[in-house]
């Protein structure tokens, strides 16, 4: 256990729906993150949020949309997707405290486009 | 891309020693991490380099040479549990910077 969660653990949908992805940390954490992990690829990173702020977005298509109300949770919203889509979307966020400045990955969700 | 190199998979036997490599290419060097990752778990951190020479934490160890852009990941008295990705990352710039993955080294440790 991390301390960040995310839900669903798993998600199944269709290039029509529109679903969402949360990410929650109670960890005191600022900085939040999320990253792609596709099958054979590395793990890529898709958004930056800083105090709430979206500090980089690393070129994402505008059919993923993340949102960061307060430090502590940060969304994925996500519509008309690609089957391409489909991979492991992880969230972490950045302990400020520690030497390594280390970021701290959620279980995923595991994510099916149909 | 960072061009992060290490090999896609290893095996190794219960008790065993192995190390696992990382080489890399980046500008703006500012850490090396390792983590492991169980199938369908989140990575979890294990260790951090910045300065060249090894750092140990019980049964693991990590060393940097930045002269030479290569890392290894020492893993003593193997055990099953340690069967898992072990993904070697880089960061750039500031500490707020992106961490840049290799594709990871999946290890299967054997009885």
């Known amino acids: 256990e991390t301390g960040v969660t995310q839900t669903p653990r798993h998600l199944v949908m269709g290039m029509t729906n529109k679903k969402s992805l949360k990410c929650e940390q109670h960890?005191?954490?600022?900085?939040m993150y999320w990253y792609k992990q596709s099958a054979k690829k590395p793990l890529e990173l898709m958004f930056v949020?800083?105090?709430?702020?979206?500090?980089e977005n690393n070129s994402v298509p505008s059919r993923f949309s993340p949102e960061c109300p307060n430090s502590s949770h940060l969304f994925l919203h996500l519509h008309t997707l690609q089957p391409e889509d489909s991979a492991l979307y992880l969230c972490?966020?950045?302990?400020?405290?520690?030497?390594?400045?280390?970021?701290?990955f959620g279980p995923g969700t595991r994510l099916t486009v149909l | 891309g960072q061009n992060i190199d290490q090999p896609t998979e290893m095996t190794a036997t219960e008790g065993a020693i192995v190390q696992i490599n990382c080489t890399y290419q980046?500008?703006?060097?500012?850490?090396l991490f390792w983590y492991q990752q169980h199938a369908g778990e989140a990575p979890t951190f294990l260790s951090y380099?910045?300065?060249?020479g090894l750092e140990e934490k019980g049964r693991f160890s990590s060393f940097l040479s930045r002269s030479k852009g290569y890392s290894y990941l020492l893993l003593k008295e193997l055990q099953m549990k340690d069967s898992a990705s072990y993904l070697c990352?880089?960061?750039?710039?500031?500490?707020?910077?992106?961490?840049?993955f290799g594709r990871g080294t999946q290890l299967t440790v054997w009885p």
């Open positions: 960890l005191g954490h600022n900085a």
């Open positions: 990352a880089v960061r750039r710039g500031s500490t707020l910077g992106r961490l840049y």
């Open positions: 949020y800083n105090f709430k702020e979206q500090t």
């Open positions: 972490a966020s950045r302990d400020r405290d520690s030497r390594a400045d280390t970021q701290y």
């Open positions: 980046t500008s703006g060097f500012n850490g």
């Open positions: 380099n910045v300065l060249d």
